[in-house]
């Protein structure tokens, strides 16, 4: 009970005869103190109010009251109570009034009525406070239930990043059981910084693949929704990669078998041209049994190639000097320049930085773009290589003048055996080579792709991430994936 009485002796009977009746009783001497009551953590059930308490209107303190605090029961003190005083005063929500001088008895029967005004309140608010939300209740329990069958991991998470539902397959994937997590924010939660990145990643909608403790992966994919903030699935994807794998084991196996009755092959059809005379029909067959076997043998060598580079790993992971290695393959492929009377010119950033990764990985990637190029450019082309770096990014452009590649096949041509439209019959190739490339820059957490206007040439553009020893030591939240450099479209 709180008394709101500026006359001292009224308040000292009034607290006597409530203390007499049990009750706890607080106290304020003008409007200020009374509202600084009403904020207190624990609030009165009702309030004596008297009406020329100091500092406000009592019947507008009273409507605020009422306005702030419906459920507290006010009575009302008054020094000349009047028909109209009464009525005015029942207006602005009063539950009672009592004439100065206050009689103690009557001041507990007001004070008692009040408080059974407020408990028959209280029960009819809880009631219609279930009513109301009871069916929601239902849906958000029958929700929840959902969310736990599920096989797929599910996380929500509100805008300041904190855990508003994950369900039970990805609290069991990530060892989280048990543990109350709602309301904890995911870096406490999680101790894996490829997910928090992704989680936080401005890639929305992208898909990811995520490893969990227990060895497990996940295609997780990262949605931002307006007003609610962030929401996480994940997709168990284990098996596929077991089947790719098996599948890689395989053709790895097969590909090496063929490989040596292909030499054998190779080495008896040579030995025909030696053995004797052969007409010119027989030396047609020959020639073309050869080049048969060239191209499977090419095809095999690619399809190890990509089994190894589909592996993944970066075994022998060193900083590497791109600007050396691009030299390298550029006069290695000076003999088939000279041959086909073309141009290849590099050009590059003043001082590089290095690059993070498989040497043999990255000269395969050069190596590839820029055979492709020269293959693919007609007598007399041009091929430039152009390096440089941005925002630690280091762009490796491979541009021609050749015949470009149709607008519609451009996203294909990163696809296994995909040879687009453009390349004749006869020419050589197995439509891996650009796999590889793909391959290679994933695994270096690059990024690729083609722009391309037939007719006029093709350019290819790599970013990757520079190698930068000092950044290693930032905390997870802080590393990010390659930004797409230059053009934001991927592939
Ligand atoms: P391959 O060269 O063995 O056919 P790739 O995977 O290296 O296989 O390339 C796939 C396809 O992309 C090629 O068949 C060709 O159609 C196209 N392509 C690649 N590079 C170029 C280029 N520089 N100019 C035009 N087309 C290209």
Request: proline letters at 5%.
């Amino acid at each position: 009970m709180l008394l709101a009485l500026a006359d001292a002796t009224g308040s000292h009977m009034a607290r006597q005869a409530l203390a007499s009746g049990g009750h706890t009783v607080g106290e304020a001497r003008d409007a200020q103190g009374l509202r600084a009551a009403l904020r207190a953590e624990i609030l009165p059930d009702a309030i004596l109010l008297e009406d020329s308490l100091p500092g406000a209107d009592s019947l507008e303190l009273l409507a605020e009251i009422k306005r702030t605090h419906p459920l507290i029961s006010v009575v009302l003190a008054v020094a000349r109570p009047s028909p109209a005083s009464l009525l005015q005063a029942l207006h602005a929500g009063a539950v009672d009034m009592l004439p100065y001088p206050l009689d103690a008895q009557e001041l507990l029967t007001a004070v008692a009525r009040a408080l059974e005004r407020k408990r028959v309140m209280q029960g009819w608010l809880k009631r219609e406070t279930g009513r109301i939300t009871g069916p929601l209740s239902r849906r958000i329990s029958e929700m929840e239930s959902i969310l736990g069958q599920v096989d797929d991991g599910i996380l929500v998470l509100d805008k300041q990043y904190c855990i508003v539902t994950i369900n039970q397959a990805l609290r069991s994937n990530f060892g989280l059981e048990g543990a109350e997590l709602t309301g904890r924010s995911v870096d406490k939660v999680f101790d894996h910084p490829a997910l928090l990145d992704a989680l936080r990643s401005e890639d929305s909608g992208e898909r990811q693949e995520i490893q969990s403790p227990q060895g497990r992966v996940f295609h997780m994919r990262v949605s931002r929704i307006p007003e609610v903030g962030t929401v996480a699935s994940f997709h168990d994807i284990s098996y596929l990669k077991e089947l790719d794998k098996l599948k890689g084991d395989f053709v790895n196996t097969v590909s090496h078998d063929l490989r040596s009755p292909l030499t054998a092959i190779l080495g008896y059809v040579e030995l025909i041209e030696r053995a004797g005379k052969v007409n010119p029909q027989q030396l047609e067959f020959i020639h073309r049994v050869k080049s048969s076997v060239h191209a499977t043998t090419d095809m095999i060598d690619d399809l190890l190639k990509l089994g190894r580079v589909e592996v993944g790993a970066l075994d022998e992971q060193a900083p590497v000097d791109m600007r050396l290695l691009v030299a390298n393959v550029m006069s290695d492929l000076q003999p088939k320049i000279q041959e086909r009377n073309q141009t290849l010119r590099m050009r590059k950033g003043r001082s590089l930085p290095l690059v993070m990764g498989s040497r043999s990985q990255l000269n395969q990637l050069v190596d590839n773009l820029l055979g492709n190029a020269v293959k693919y450019t007609q007598e007399g082309g041009k091929v430039y290589v152009t390096l440089e770096v941005e925002q630690h990014q280091l762009i490796l452009r491979v541009a021609d003048n050749g015949p470009g590649i149709p607008l519609e096949e451009q996203a294909r041509i990163f696809e296994k055996f995909y040879r687009a439209s453009n390349v004749g019959e006869m020419t050589p190739g197995t439509g891996l080579g650009l796999a590889i490339v793909k391959t290679i820059v994933e695994n270096h957490r690059g990024r690729i792709w083609v722009d391309s206007k037939p007719g006029e040439g093709a350019m290819f553009t790599v970013v990757l991430p520079v190698h930068e020893p000092e950044r290693k030591a930032m905390p997870a939240r802080e590393r990010t994936a390659p930004q797409k450099a230059a053009r934001p479209k991927a592939k």
